[in-house]
């Protein structure tokens, strides 16, 4: 009978080492995508704009967008002014 228990416990950890095993196969291909995404993620985080490079960048997009606006709110487009301009420079030239 002593026999007995020994093989039940014996199945029980072959069935748990081939579980283990299993899942050691599934996890696998998972680590190494993890492994690829953090690698890619530190060599962006090395290689990515300085903040203040940005913050310029990003205040003269503001300032040329603000500009923009307040051009088209006033109804003068570039368009427009160029025409004029070179309207009031040809008039200027006939006097």
């Known amino acids: 009978m002593s026999s007995q228990p020994t093989s039940s416990i014996e199945e029980r950890l072959v069935a748990a080492a081939d579980h283990l095993d299993g899942l050691v196969a599934k996890i696998s291909p998972?680590?190494?995508d993890v492994q690829?995404?953090?690698?890619?993620?530190?060599?962006?985080?090395?290689?990515?704009?300085k903040k203040e490079d940005h913050d310029q960048v990003?205040?003269?997009y503001e300032k040329v967008l603000k500009e923009k606006r307040?051009?088209?709110?006033?109804?003068?487009?570039?368009?427009?002014?160029?025409r004029l301009r070179s309207e009031y420079k040809a008039s200027e030239k006939d006097r």
């Open 30 to 32: 998972v680590q190494r």
């Open 70 to 82: 307040e051009q088209e709110r006033q109804g003068v487009k570039k368009e427009d002014y160029e």
């Open 36 to 49: 690829k995404v953090l690698k890619e993620f530190r060599e962006f985080q090395g290689s990515h704009v």
């Open 58 to 60: 990003r205040s003269d």
